[in-house]
């Protein structure tokens, strides 16, 4: 079955697809607009890259000037030419697809976006291989500082196999950003292997309690979300055979950092010095951490960990130290299946 959906996915991406205006849902489409920075760049993408873009989110990475960067199913290459300035002439981006047609037109328009960036090298280059074998595609252990993904995760026959694959890539302390589908059941199987649905992203939706568990095995217990929304199923077929799911586009960030399965209150207060040029009166974490410029914010030890141990270091002063356990952290966190403010009983997820 892992071949057959392998095979289905290459088909759908290559030969079904020719852009975006062909799917049938709205699940591998953005469900809103980018932040106005990241419009800003967009200008800079060649129009036939953005007409065959088929992802769900916008998991592009603040303070990520200089860095390494791997874009998993980079398909033609509008999210690798985004991040290309973001990390500018200095940094890197890989990009990694299984589809010859997607990475046709990707090196296609290399040269064009270098020279409209006006970069002396390339600084971004596309990889054929597979995201559940990042080895193969010349990955090496501990290589990247970000990994992003957009809607293709979903579409990965083995996806324990491909974060544990991300999880070894990257650097400590580095992260895991992406968008993708969920649902908030078990998928059941006749339908995970529909060729419609697999396609259209819905078929491989990871349930939420799933993938949490997933990740934690893998060694990232603390997950959060920084965007959700539920989605609709306006295709009939789709509808029918699906209908009965709660879908949901969720955008999700993790750290390789040593964190608590739980928020555990150490007394740490954070300030932002405002410093990452898009953020310069605020820096939002995820959906309940905000952290405006100067004012000093309690927060649990994982988040202390993660603002001092990744690449936002620099970017925030933290007090206090883990001398002291004063319990659990009140930190009501909204389920990846709900927009309400509710305690999930894990970490600050």
């Not at 074998?133 to 252990?141: F, N, P, S, W």
């Not at 993938?211 to 934690?216: K, S």
């Not at 789709?238 to 007394?267: H, P, Q, W």
Request: hydrophobic share 35%; aromatic share 8%.
């Amino acid at each position: 079955m892992t071949q057959q959906i392998i095979d289905d996915v290459k088909d759908y991406y290559g030969q079904i697809l020719d852009t975006k205006d062909d799917l049938k849902t709205s699940a591998c489409c953005p469900l809103e607009a980018p932040p106005m920075h990241v419009r800003d760049l967009l200008k800079n993408v060649h129009d036939t890259v953005q007409e065959k873009f088929y992802g769900c989110g916008s998991p592009l990475p603040l303070a990520a000037k200089g860095c390494t960067v791997l874009d998993l199913g980079c398909g033609t290459g509008r999210d690798a030419f985004l991040l290309s300035q973001i990390v500018g002439e200095n940094g890197n981006v890989i990009g990694v697809d299984m589809t010859d047609e997607q990475l046709s037109v990707a090196n296609q328009y290399l040269g064009w976006h270098m020279d409209k960036f006006g970069f002396n090298r390339p600084n971004v280059k596309f990889v054929k291989g597979y995201i559940e074998d990042l080895k193969t595609a010349g990955i090496e252990d501990e290589s990247v500082d970000i990994v992003i993904s957009n809607c293709v995760i979903n579409l990965s026959a083995d996806k324990e196999k491909t974060f544990s694959e991300i999880y070894r890539v990257l650097k400590p302390g580095g992260e895991l950003y992406f968008s993708d589908v969920f649902a908030g059941r078990r998928i059941p199987q006749a339908l995970q292997i529909d060729k419609t649905l697999l396609g259209e992203c819905l078929g491989g939706a990871m349930y939420t309690h799933d993938f949490r568990r997933m990740m934690a095995k893998i060694g990232m217990a603390d997950v959060r979300v920084t965007a959700n929304r539920q989605m609709t199923l306006d295709d009939a077929e789709v509808e029918a055979k699906a209908g009965m799911i709660d879908f949901y586009s969720t955008t999700v960030r993790a750290f390789k950092v040593d964190l608590e399965d739980i928020c555990e209150n150490y007394g740490h207060v954070a300030y932002y010095k405002g410093t990452i040029p898009e953020c310069k009166h605020s820096f939002t974490l995820d959906d309940h951490h905000e952290f405006k410029t100067g004012m000093p914010v309690p927060v649990c030890g994982n988040t202390a960990n993660i603002l001092s141990q990744t690449r936002f270091a620099e970017h925030f002063r933290i007090e206090g130290d883990f001398s002291t356990h004063y319990g659990e952290f009140d930190c009501a966190s909204p389920s990846p299946t709900s927009n309400d403010e509710t305690n999930s009983g894990g970490a600050c997820c």
